[in-house]
């Protein structure tokens, strides 16, 4: 399971392919942030934090999610259920964010 990390400045918000459906949620509520023709299709810091974060939670599956970086609370959980493990931190440059990989164990 691969989730990628789209850091603005105040808000990180993180995408994990696997758990989307397509459902455009995203993209038709918040099209400034969330734009799949565009790399990096996240750019978190397009509009205020207090939208993303509406955006985000309505997410049906999971795949968005997001932590607030001034380290208030309000983050989210990092793993949705069947995701706890380990986090490997790898990156990957060339689709504009990074990616960071749950493993089981
Ligand atoms: S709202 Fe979530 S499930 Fe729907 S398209 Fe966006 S990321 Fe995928």
């Given at each position: 399971m ?9 808000i990180q ?6 758990l ?19 790399r990096p ?23 968005l ?10 983050e ?22 990074d990616?960071t ?5």
């Amino acid at each position: 399971m691969t989730r990628r990390n789209y850091r603005g400045t105040d808000i990180q918000v993180s995408f994990d392919a696997d758990l989307c459906i397509h459902a455009r949620e995203c993209v038709r509520g918040l099209p400034a942030v969330f734009n799949r023709g565009r790399r990096p299709w996240i750019l978190a810091d397009n509009a205020p934090t207090e939208e993303v974060t509406r955006v985000v939670e309505d997410c049906p599956t999971g795949a968005l999610q997001y932590r607030l970086l001034d380290g208030s609370p309000g983050e989210q959980p990092a793993a949705t259920s069947g995701q706890a493990g380990a986090v490997d931190g790898a990156r990957a440059g060339d689709r504009g964010g990074d990616v960071t990989r749950l493993t089981n164990g």
